[in-house]
């Protein structure tokens, strides 16, 4: 909880006024939410999978951490991946493009920087996005 607090919790917090101001229901929301969600072809999660494990075996810390060694795999876990916890490189961050990959989609195009969101939209004909949206504006 502290480390979720000090990476833009904080913020969220204060957002509903404080602590006190967070609704029951949203707090149940949020403590029900899966570490995976899935569809037919995609396995969508916070930071990515251990390559060459099946994804009903991804221990947490990989699902919310890994890094590297799932960024640079070409392993197929069996569904698309849809994930966003490692910004692209800042040239990609000016254009706010998400990392299109045969095996992975990364969404994660830096809001946090540049005040823009970026959003995948997926439907059951394809597995890779059928388009990308923005949304906010650059923060100067």
């Given amino acids: 909880m502290a480390f979720w607090l000090r990476n833009g919790g904080e ?15 949203h707090r149940t929301w949020m403590e029900g939410l ?5 569809d037919d072809h995609r396995a969508f999660v916070h930071a990515g999978f251990m390559p060459g494990v099946p994804l009903a075996q991804q221990d947490e810390r990989a699902c919310l951490w890994i890094r590297e060694r799932f960024l640079t795999t070409d392993y197929d876990f069996g569904a698309h991946v849809v994930h966003g916890h490692t910004n692209q490189h800042e040239e990609k961050i000016e254009t706010s493009e998400p990392e299109l990959l045969p095996n992975r989609t990364n969404l994660d195009t830096g809001a946090c920087y540049t005040g823009i969101l970026t959003i995948g939209v997926f439907d059951q004909s394809q ?12 923060e100067e």
């Fill in 127 to 138: 597995a890779r996005p059928l388009r990308v949206l923005t949304v906010g504006e650059r």
């Fill in 34 to 38: 899966p570490l995976v969600a899935r």
């Fill in 11 to 25: 913020q969220t917090v204060r957002s509903y006024g404080g602590a006190e101001g967070v609704p029951a229901e």
